[in-house]
């Protein structure tokens, strides 16, 4: 076929496939963002609870190996300079979600917290940020259960 066929074809698909239900539907953008925000509420408490005590199991049933080995880092690179962590979640609102392919997103949110560095076995108070704002961004993999971390990152 001539390029001056295959344009013309190549548009009209484009066009016409969403609304044969090729596409996602506006249900299913606004069903996802909605699991990935519930999914999110349910993790970020937990996220605040293994930076103060080191348990990275608590995130399994939301982050992929990969995530949680970073966590483990990050938690071990705290201890093994004699702090930690004591964060308390306050909020998250999802500002952005792209999903693609069914089974990947995009997610940026702004996350309210209240941030404590503490001295590990003494509870001395380093340093406080409270209400401190946080641009997130997450990449996801859709699973059998449910949405999982891929990556987490907070942006400068």
Same mark, same amino acid.
């Given at each position: 076929m001539s390029r001056r066929v295959l344009i013309p074809i190549t548009l009209v698909l484009g066009l016409t496939?969403?609304?044969?239900?090729?596409? +996602?539907? =506006?249900?299913? @953008?606004? +069903?996802?963002a909605t699991s990935i925000? =519930?999914?999110l509420e349910q993790y970020l408490p937990l996220l605040a609870r293994v930076y103060a005590d080191g348990d990275i199991e608590l995130l399994r049933p939301y982050a992929v190996e990969k995530e949680l080995a970073?966590?483990?880092a990050l938690v071990q690179d705290l201890a093994d300079q004699g702090r930690y962590l004591a964060p308390e979640f306050k909020s998250v609102t999802v500002e952005k979600t792209?999903?693609?392919n069914n089974s990947n997103a995009f997610v940026s949110t702004l996350e309210v917290w /209240?941030? +404590?560095?503490?001295?590990?076995? +003494?509870? @001395?108070?380093? =340093? @406080?940020?409270?209400?401190? /704002?946080?641009?997130v961004?997450?990449?996801l993999k859709r699973s059998k259960t449910g949405w999982r971390i891929l990556f987490r990152a907070i942006q400068e």
């Open positions: 496939l969403p609304l044969l239900g090729c596409g +996602r539907s =506006a249900r299913q @953008e606004e +069903r996802d925000e =519930a999914m970073r966590m483990h792209h999903v693609w /209240n941030v +404590r560095l503490l001295v590990l076995g +003494r509870d @001395e108070l380093l =340093a @406080e940020d409270l209400d401190k /704002n946080y641009r961004k997450y990449q």
